[in-house]
């Protein structure tokens, strides 16, 4: 079988079940909820309608830190999203039937990689829009420049979707190495939530410690994106080491050695 017919089973499987809209609504909600918050939050400091003690944000590159949001603090849904097209497969025992219909595992792989790139750029639209819309029009209600007449402002909307769609191919290589579902996202949730962030808000503190940090796969998607919300608290910093090209380079990177393992660990391995 062709790596075309297999990917037209890899989407009738994932469409066929409620993970996928469960997860974009997690997503849009989840996005959303926080674009708008912070969008009130920041647009009423920024104009004065709101009276605070801390130093006044600056109104101008507000609105790239805010449609950044999805990459930034959204990608976790995307990456958990990958992690369960595989992992779902072994606990469900689907993946036997999988490999007796084609028994070339590789092609199994490439069609998870070309499903998982697809489903990537929809949710990586999905979420664009799920931070851009509330930010955008409460930044407008506050008088705000929102500078979506801007190319720039475009260019980091379309990388957005771009790291987004990468972290579904990370997750892919997390679930081919980690069979066990719960284990892979429990890990998953350790890493995207606890430890990476401990380690960017040290490496603004540490000297030399920022060099290291720069390479984790948040901050290289930070790069990627060209602007993060944890900018603002200064965890961000390390993410501006990088150009968008490297940073999207590194997370590429990182999700070619998870797959490469997964593959070399576990994917030619008996599954029973």
């Given at each position: 079988?062709?790596?075309?017919?297999?990917?037209?089973?890899?989407?009738?499987?994932?469409f066929?079940t409620?993970?996928?809209?469960?997860?974009?609504?997690?997503?849009?909600?989840?996005?959303?909820?926080?674009?708008?918050?912070?969008?009130?939050?920041?647009?009423?400091?920024?104009?004065?309608?709101?009276?605070?003690?801390?130093?006044?944000?600056?109104?101008?590159?507000?609105?790239?830190?805010?449609?950044?949001?999805?990459?930034s603090?959204?990608?976790?849904?995307?990456?958990?999203?990958?992690?369960?097209m595989?992992?779902?497969?072994?606990?469900?025992?689907?993946?036997?039937?999988?490999?007796?219909?084609?028994?070339?595992?590789?092609?199994?792989?490439?069609?998870?990689?070309?499903?998982?790139?697809?489903?990537?750029?929809?949710?990586?639209?999905?979420g664009?829009?799920?931070?851009v819309?509330?930010?955008?029009?409460?930044?407008?209600?506050?008088g705000?420049?929102?500078?979506?007449?801007?190319?720039?402002?475009?260019?980091?909307?379309?990388?957005?979707?771009?790291?987004?769609?990468?972290?579904?191919?990370?997750?892919i290589?997390?679930?081919?190495?980690?069979?066990?579902?719960?284990?892979?996202?429990?890990?998953?949730?350790v890493?995207?939530?606890?430890?990476?962030?401990?380690?960017?808000?040290?490496?603004?503190?540490v000297?030399?410690?920022?060099?290291v940090?720069t390479?984790?796969?948040?901050?290289?998607?930070?790069?990627?994106?060209?602007?993060?919300?944890f900018?603002?608290?200064?965890?961000?910093?390390?993410?501006s080491?990088?150009?968008?090209?490297a940073?999207?380079?590194?997370?590429?990177?990182?999700?070619a050695?998870?797959?490469?393992?997964?593959?070399?660990?576990?994917?030619?391995?008996?599954?029973?």
């Amino acid at each position: 079988m062709t790596v075309a017919t297999v990917t037209r089973s890899e989407f009738t499987k994932f469409f066929s079940t409620s993970l996928w809209w469960v997860l974009g609504l997690v997503l849009v909600v989840y996005i959303a909820f926080t674009a708008g918050a912070l969008a009130f939050a920041f647009g009423a400091v920024s104009s004065g309608t709101l009276p605070s003690e801390a130093a006044p944000l600056p109104a101008e590159g507000l609105a790239p830190l805010l449609y950044s949001l999805a990459a930034s603090v959204g990608y976790v849904i995307p990456l958990i999203l990958g992690t369960l097209m595989v992992t779902s497969e072994f606990r469900h025992k689907t993946l036997t039937a999988t490999f007796l219909a084609t028994p070339r595992r590789r092609t199994v792989l490439w069609a998870k990689i070309v499903a998982g790139f697809v489903v990537g750029v929809g949710f990586g639209i999905v979420g664009a829009l799920s931070s851009v819309g509330p930010a955008a029009g409460l930044l407008a209600v506050f008088g705000i420049e929102t500078d979506l007449r801007l190319g720039s402002t475009w260019a980091l909307i379309a990388r957005v979707v771009l790291a987004l769609t990468i972290w579904v191919i990370v997750g892919i290589g997390v679930g081919a190495l980690v069979r066990n579902q719960v284990a892979a996202v429990v890990g998953v949730l350790v890493f995207t939530q606890f430890l990476e962030p401990i380690a960017r808000t040290a490496g603004a503190f540490v000297e030399g410690l920022d060099t290291v940090t720069t390479y984790l796969p948040g901050a290289a998607s930070d790069a990627l994106v060209g602007a993060s919300i944890f900018e603002i608290a200064g965890a961000g910093s390390d993410a501006s080491g990088l150009e968008w090209w490297a940073g999207g380079a590194v997370l590429l990177a990182y999700a070619a050695v998870l797959l490469v393992l997964g593959y070399a660990l576990n994917w030619r391995r008996d599954v029973s």
